[in-house]
């Protein structure tokens, strides 16, 4: 890049290593700093902590930029400092802001006379990025109100997908001073202008041309991206509800989809109707705004039927498993894909969490598979009761019943009509409609009948 800049990222969960890696592709001196040692001896080893496809390549490609530490030190001569530490649900659902508060706090005694720009990336409650500017102004001694900002930056991306979402975003939304955001353009001029090589871990998208910015003040870019989670919540509980008329109407979801998605206005994507959404964000986004508008006594009850959809969407499984079964005792169920989506092993939150804890308690005997996050999941979800299955082949053996959870790619490959000879029943919850040719087994989906022999194929 034409004008390099010197950067601090602190924090190294999905959103600091992401940016540490993409600042430092397009040409930036990045120091990614992180309190645990654990973490930093495995980046400085050139391992990453987290699965995301592609990160571990990038990283690596970008190392002579890129520097790992426990230290602060280098924030001393940073032009621009981002904030992307984590903020988990406290106990009443509103984020736990101590990291945020902790990072502000180190971040103080090195501000100095150069103008250095702290941007929050973060997800944080609306009035954030104002609480640290004044948290900066009580404790550092160094502050200039003229040369230090902070700014609101957040993050799109998802998991999974991370690189592609961050190279290529549909918008930069930047709230804060005019002075500090005209910083900020300096900094992301080579991914505005698109004019960085796309590494070979994320090719540019034919079709892609360059990002739009929306330059804005604190508050509303913070509120941006709690509103944008919470309409992505909100389209897929939609769907969810529309899918549950569907069966009993007799329609199909995906072509309902499908259909109204073609409307520009509304757009095809996250209508899929399934196991409902989970992950860190929307569970945590649409609280976050419910217990704002608490807080101003205002009510958001288009948010609020949104997660009780979700929540009993976990149940329609179970409804759908009990209405064939009839009991669970002494039944053996096994539950495909742990992770809350495919590539990831992301469990917060996932849809298999509630299944397996509810499975077990109406006395059903549960073995679980997912291709990636079975080690996770032996870490995290100790408190449950399940096997985990060593393969595909052994989780299906001698089951009555398979509720496919998550739609890894593994599992739409699948060749049933050879599993289902060592299953003990014959009956799959097909909770991601990803079965899409007839099987010899009663297969149930969401807010569609499932493809039976006579029916014509559906692509
Ligand atoms: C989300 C937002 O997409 C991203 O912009 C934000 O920065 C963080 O939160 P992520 O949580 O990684 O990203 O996952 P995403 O791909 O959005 O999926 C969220 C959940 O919704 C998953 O559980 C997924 O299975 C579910 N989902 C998604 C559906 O059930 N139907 C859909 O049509 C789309």
């Known amino acids: 890049t034409k004008d390099p800049m010197t950067v601090a990222v602190i924090g190294t969960g999905y959103v600091g290593l992401g940016t540490a890696a993409l600042l430092a592709h397009i040409g930036h001196t990045v120091t990614g700093i992180d309190i645990s040692e654990e973490k930093i001896n495995l980046l400085r080893a050139g391992q990453v902590p987290i699965h995301e496809p592609g990160l571990d390549d990038l990283l690596a490609s970008v190392q002579d930029r890129l520097t790992w530490t426990t230290s602060y030190d280098s924030v001393h001569t940073a032009d621009v400092i981002f904030i992307c530490v984590g903020t988990p649900p406290g106990p009443d659902g509103t984020p736990d802001l101590q990291y945020v508060v902790s990072a502000a706090a180190r971040i103080a005694p090195h501000l100095n006379g150069h103008a250095q720009v702290i941007v929050n990336k973060s997800t944080v409650p609306?009035?954030?990025?104002?609480?640290?500017?004044?948290?900066?102004?009580?404790?550092?001694?160094?502050?200039?109100?003229?040369?230090?900002?902070?700014?609101?930056?957040?993050?799109?991306?998802?998991?999974?997908?991370?690189?592609?979402?961050?190279?290529?975003?549909?918008?930069?939304?930047?709230?804060?001073?005019?002075?500090?955001?005209?910083?900020?353009a300096r900094l992301y001029a080579p991914l505005i202008e698109q004019t960085f090589t796309a590494p070979a871990a994320a090719p540019r998208p034919e079709t892609y041309t360059r990002p739009t910015v929306v330059n804005t003040t604190l508050q509303s870019a913070e509120m941006i991206k709690y509103a944008a989670n919470a309409f992505l919540a909100l389209k897929i509980s939609f769907a969810n509800e529309i899918a549950g008329l569907c069966e009993r109407v007799g329609a199909d979801i995906e072509e309902v989809a499908t259909g109204i998605g073609l409307d520009g206005r509304i757009g095809t994507r996250f209508l899929n109707a399934g196991a409902g959404w989970g992950g860190s964000c929307f569970g945590k986004d649409t609280a976050g705004l419910i217990s704002a508008?608490?807080?101003?006594?205002?009510?958001?009850?288009?948010?609020?039927?949104?997660?009780?959809?979700?929540?009993?969407?976990?149940?329609?499984?179970?409804?759908?498993?009990?209405?064939?079964?009839?009991?669970?005792?002494?039944?053996?169920?096994?539950?495909?894909?742990?992770?809350?989506?495919?590539?990831?092993?992301?469990?917060?939150?996932?849809?298999?969490?509630?299944?397996?804890?509810?499975?077990?308690?109406?006395?059903?005997?549960?073995?679980?598979?997912?291709?990636?996050?079975?080690?996770?999941?032996?870490?995290?979800?100790?408190?449950?009761?399940?096997?985990?299955?060593?393969?595909?082949?052994?989780?299906?053996?001698?089951?009555?019943?398979?509720?496919?959870?998550?739609?890894?790619?593994?599992?739409?490959?699948?060749?049933?009509?050879?599993?289902?000879?060592?299953?003990?029943?014959?009956?799959?919850?097909?909770?991601?409609?990803?079965?899409?040719?007839?099987?010899?087994?009663?297969?149930?989906?969401?807010?569609?009948?499932?493809?039976?022999?006579?029916?014509?194929?559906?692509?």
């Open 293 to 459: 508008g608490r807080e101003h006594g205002y009510d958001m009850p288009i948010l609020q039927a949104a997660i009780d959809i979700n929540t009993r969407q976990r149940q329609v499984i179970i409804d759908k498993l009990m209405r064939q079964l009839r009991t669970l005792k002494g039944k053996r169920v096994t539950v495909l894909g742990m992770a809350f989506k495919p590539d990831t092993d992301d469990l917060r939150d996932a849809p298999a969490h509630d299944l397996i804890t509810r499975l077990h308690q109406l006395g059903a005997t549960v073995t679980a598979h997912d291709p990636i996050a079975m080690p996770r999941a032996a870490r995290e979800w100790t408190h449950l009761t399940y096997r985990e299955a060593s393969s595909v082949q052994d989780a299906l053996h001698r089951a009555d019943a398979v509720i496919i959870v998550t739609e890894w790619s593994d599992y739409r490959t699948l060749d049933w009509n050879a599993h289902l000879k060592g299953m003990r029943g014959r009956l799959i919850i097909d909770a991601r409609n990803i079965i899409r040719t007839p099987i010899d087994a009663h297969v149930e989906q969401i807010g569609r009948e499932a493809p039976v022999g006579e029916r014509r194929a559906l692509t």
């Open 126 to 184: 609306i009035g954030t990025g104002d609480y640290v500017q004044r948290l900066l102004e009580d404790h550092a001694p160094g502050y200039d109100h003229e040369r230090h900002r902070v700014v609101s930056n957040p993050e799109f991306l998802r998991e999974g997908t991370a690189l592609q979402d961050s190279l290529y975003p549909d918008r930069i939304v930047l709230g804060g001073h005019p002075d500090a955001l005209q910083i900020m």
